[in-house]
Every structure is written in structure tokens, then in C-alpha cells.
Nanobody, 129 residues
Framework: QVQLVESGGGLVQAGGSLRLSCAAS????????MGWFRQAPGKEREFVAT????????VYADSVKGRFTISRDNAKNTVYLQMISLKPEDTAVYYC??????????????????????WGQGTQVTVSS
């Protein structure tokens, strides 16, 4: 089993920045990739970004490309999501997820929610206009 704990959410004005963290524990050697998803009220959970745990390759949703950056610190078993130029439409609960399948750096594959085996409990991000 792998446990994921997110932190760093909060309230920020439009145009502002936040950095989310996700700490992994347990059988982390089974993880190939870690990703971020988000879910706004009344909407389905959607893919944001993912990163290959070993090589650092990344995949982003088009809606966040150029504004969000995913990174990882293998020594700390932690993945980060740096978010800049935040918009009100970025408001959502952000979830960290871990994938035990070999990493495939293609959006249509890496962005599939069903690929991910473990999920955190989420952290709220609210962007005010």
C-alpha cells in the first residue's frame, strides 16, 4: 500500500501563486508516476499533470500548460505542483495520485484517472476574482 498526503492548498487572489505538496509513504518503490487531478463542484475529476518518478518526464493538461509545473524530490518521496497565474476556474479540490503502471508520456494515456492506484484525500484551492 501507498499513502498520499497533500498539503499547501488555500485561498488566493486571481493572478496569484500556490505550491501544493504530496508526500508518499509505504511501498513507494512500486510507484512509476505521480500525478495531480482536480475536481470542481458539480464537475468530474480531471487530470492536471503527472511526472515519471524515476526520469522526471512530465505530461500536462492543456488548460494548465505554461502555468503549472510538476516536480518531484525522490529523497523526500514528495511531488509538488507549483501553480502561477491562477484563475478562478482553477478553483477545485486537488488530489494527488500514484500510478503503479509503467509511465507512458502521452496525455490520453497518462491522464486517465483509472490508471492511478492510490489517491490522497485532497486539498482545497480557491481562487478569488
Amino acid at each position: 500500500q501507498v499513502q498520499l498526503v497533500e498539503s499547501g492548498g488555500g485561498l488566493v487572489q486571481a493572478g496569484g501563486s500556490l505550491r501544493l505538496s504530496c508526500a508518499a509513504s509505504g511501498r513507494t518503490f512500486t510507484i512509476y508516476a505521480m500525478g495531480w487531478f482536480r475536481q470542481a463542484p458539480g464537475k468530474e475529476r480531471e487530470f492536471v499533470a503527472t511526472i515519471n518518478w524515476s526520469g522526471g518526464n512530465t505530461v500536462y493538461a492543456d488548460s494548465v500548460k505554461g502555468r503549472f509545473t510538476i516536480s518531484r524530490d525522490n529523497a523526500k518521496n514528495t511531488v509538488y505542483l507549483q501553480m502561477i497565474s491562477l484563475k478562478p476556474e482553477d478553483t477545485a479540490v486537488y488530489y494527488c495520485a500514484a500510478d503503479k503502471s509503467p509511465f507512458i508520456p502521452v496525455l490520453d494515456v497518462a491522464g486517465r484517472r483509472e490508471r492511478y492506484d492510490y489517491w490522497g484525500q485532497g486539498t482545497q484551492v480557491t481562487v478569488s476574482s
